[in-house]
């Protein structure tokens, strides 16, 4: 969902982009408006991406789910911290590009490259090499390493294939 509607509002954003491109003022004025609209809303799913983030984080602490129960080496919880601090300087990054934008090429944020430097490039730089040390990908090693080790040494079969394998006391089966 997050996915599709940011490559929507990029869209949105290209399209307003393409509409400046005119030699109609009234409908540069209008493109001018879209791609602010595309910058804005983009603003608003990534917003929704961090509460969904946020409520995930609050939901699988109270009440872990199988995966979490069963991969005790899990570190999620250092992986959503990353998450929330990249997330601000994302959010950062973007209310300065809709400022500069507002702004137009000759505003301040535009003028002055060292603005664009500290709120664009290194803000961006922070986010790649964050997830360059805390990679996601190491979440999906660690389960698939504890699935592995779930299965029978006797007849190959999955342990969570077996009934009850990831019944939790007081919860319902959760294999089913």
């Not at 001018?32 to 946020?54: C, M, P, S, Y």
């Not at 990249?86 to 490259?113: D, K, P």
Request: glycine share 6%; proline share 3%.
């Amino acid at each position: 969902m997050f996915v599709t509607n940011d490559v929507l509002c990029f869209l949105v954003q290209i399209g307003g982009l393409g509409m400046q491109a005119t030699t109609s003022q009234s409908i540069q004025k209008t493109g001018k408006k879209v791609v602010l609209a595309g910058l804005i809303f983009q603003l608003f799913i990534f917003g929704l991406f961090i509460v969904a983030a946020i409520k995930f984080h609050l939901r699988n602490t109270s009440d872990p789910s199988a995966v979490t129960l069963r991969t005790p080496r899990l570190q999620w919880k250092k992986h959503m911290w990353a998450i929330y601090a990249l997330s601000v300087c994302i959010v950062v990054r973007n209310i300065v590009r809709i400022a500069e934008y507002v702004q137009g090429a000759h505003g301040t944020i535009v003028q002055n490259e060292a603005v664009l430097y500290i709120f664009d490039a290194t803000l961006m730089f922070l986010v790649m090499a964050v997830y360059a040390v805390i990679h996601p990908a190491t979440l999906l090693r660690t389960v698939r390493k504890a699935g592995k080790a779930t299965l029978s040494e006797e007849d190959g079969v999955p342990m969570v294939n077996r009934p009850g394998y990831l019944q939790v006391p007081g919860r319902q089966n959760m294999a089913a």
